[in-house]
């Protein structure tokens, strides 16, 4: 390999590299952008105005999971207490997590009605590795609710990590539950009692869905 193609070589890696840094999207941008690919697609699909829950998660799936760091999510709920677990009970832990966050984020879409999403922009270092993406959601002759998205930055792009409502954090909210569960009946007994809210949930979807 000769001087010139060592040089041509290290320039298209390093064009490629900087490509890819430039394709990380601004937190802000990434959650507005997200917010009207999923309301564009709701006011298109009627189906999923009326509650189609199979619809509704391959939304969910599709559009909003991917932008979403549910290990991290997970850990934080879980607390002091993750320390304790083990590799398969943080993975169980996760897994279950996340499938009961999924659950209650689709029920915001089937109360969507015209409601409108403002995104706050964000003032931010570029070497900063955490934002807070602060959002308003407002319908007509409806008090506005303010929802505030905690991001953190990874090698693949910005990921939510907490969400706050009205102050709220979904996340924090679920701690002092889960070290009760873990303090009664151990990091198993909560895994446990997860799995169970799923399937319970999960069947009510259906029986709601055959009800139709």
Not at 19 to 39: F, G, R
Not at 108 to 135: C, G, H, L, S
């Amino acid at each position: 390999m000769t001087a010139l193609q060592k040089i041509i070589i290290g320039a298209s890696m390093y064009c490629a590299l900087g490509m890819a840094h430039a394709e990380i999207i601004a937190p802000d941008a990434l959650i507005k952008n997200t917010v009207q690919e999923v309301i564009s697609v709701i006011k298109q699909d009627k189906d999923i105005r009326a509650g189609d829950q199979k619809k509704i998660l391959a939304l969910v799936d599709g559009k909003v999971l991917p932008h979403f760091d549910f290990a991290r999510m997970t850990q934080l709920a879980v607390g002091k207490y993750w320390r304790t677990a083990t590799p398969e009970q943080k993975q169980a832990l996760t897994v279950e997590f996340r499938n009961m966050l999924v659950r209650t984020y689709t029920k915001v879409f089937t109360v969507y009605n015209d409601q409108t999403i403002e995104v706050k922009p964000v003032r931010m270092a570029a070497d900063d590795t955490e934002a807070t993406v602060k959002t308003i959601i407002s319908k007509p002759g409806s008090q506005v609710v303010p929802v505030d998205y905690e991001m953190k930055k990874a090698a693949d792009g910005w990921k939510v990590f907490d969400i706050s409502v009205e102050g709220v954090s979904m996340v924090m909210s679920y701690r002092g539950t889960f070290a009760t569960q873990i303090q009664e009946s151990g990091i198993d007994g909560l895994i446990k009692v997860l799995v169970d809210k799923n399937i319970s949930a999960a069947h009510g979807d259906m029986v709601k869905a055959e009800a139709k």
